[in-house]
């Protein structure tokens, strides 16, 4: 059961949002962001967009500028990169903040997002497809890890 927020029975931090939530009201102090001409809203890393009765959580949209990455994330690197990786998203420094990117391909992750799908094995190997980013689990020590990879 979701609350008026989005947020599931017993979660409030947003990532812990379903996107695809359906919301009556945006939350207190959202901020309006347009990216690539579409209206988003942000609140405290939730994104929203507009619908008929309301508004929808949904993933991050590449393009979006933040000023500040969403309470969270975690620093990873791709050689010399660092990207700032929470719940999916990954967030490289822009001017004025923070800007939502594509998938860095080769980027480790110590977990994977919500909602992710098992699929078949891709080179005798397990993937898992979290909204059409593949990311390939790897054993590191005791600990499982995740790679992206091209799909």
């Given at each position: 059961?979701?609350d008026h927020?989005?947020f599931?029975?017993?979660k409030r931090h947003?990532?812990?949002?379903?996107a695809?939530?359906?919301v009556?009201?945006?939350?207190p102090?959202h901020?309006?962001?347009v990216?690539?001409g579409s209206?988003y809203?942000?609140?405290?890393?939730?994104?929203?967009?507009?619908?008929?009765?309301g508004?929808?959580v949904?993933?991050p949209?590449?393009?979006?500028?933040i000023e500040?990455?969403?309470?969270?994330?975690?620093?990873?690197?791709?050689?010399?990169?660092?990207?700032?990786y929470?719940a999916?998203?990954?967030?490289?420094?822009?001017?004025?903040?923070?800007?939502?990117?594509?998938?860095p391909i080769?980027?480790?992750v110590?977990?994977?997002?919500i909602?992710?799908?098992?699929i078949d094995?891709?080179d005798?190997?397990?993937?898992?497809?979290?909204?059409?980013?593949?990311?390939r689990p790897?054993?590191?020590g005791?600990?499982?890890?995740?790679i992206?990879?091209k799909?």
């Amino acid at each position: 059961m979701l609350d008026h927020h989005g947020f599931a029975a017993g979660k409030r931090h947003p990532l812990q949002q379903a996107a695809g939530a359906a919301v009556a009201t945006l939350p207190p102090g959202h901020r309006r962001i347009v990216v690539h001409g579409s209206p988003y809203f942000f609140y405290d890393g939730a994104f929203y967009r507009p619908q008929a009765s309301g508004y929808v959580v949904v993933a991050p949209p590449v393009g979006a500028v933040i000023e500040v990455v969403p309470a969270g994330c975690v620093p990873v690197k791709r050689g010399t990169a660092t990207y700032h990786y929470c719940a999916g998203a990954f967030y490289s420094t822009a001017p004025g903040g923070f800007v939502v990117v594509e998938p860095p391909i080769g980027v480790t992750v110590d977990e994977l997002p919500i909602g992710c799908e098992d699929i078949d094995e891709l080179d005798g190997v397990e993937h898992y497809s979290c909204s059409g980013v593949l990311y390939r689990p790897v054993v590191r020590g005791s600990e499982t890890v995740y790679i992206t990879v091209k799909p």
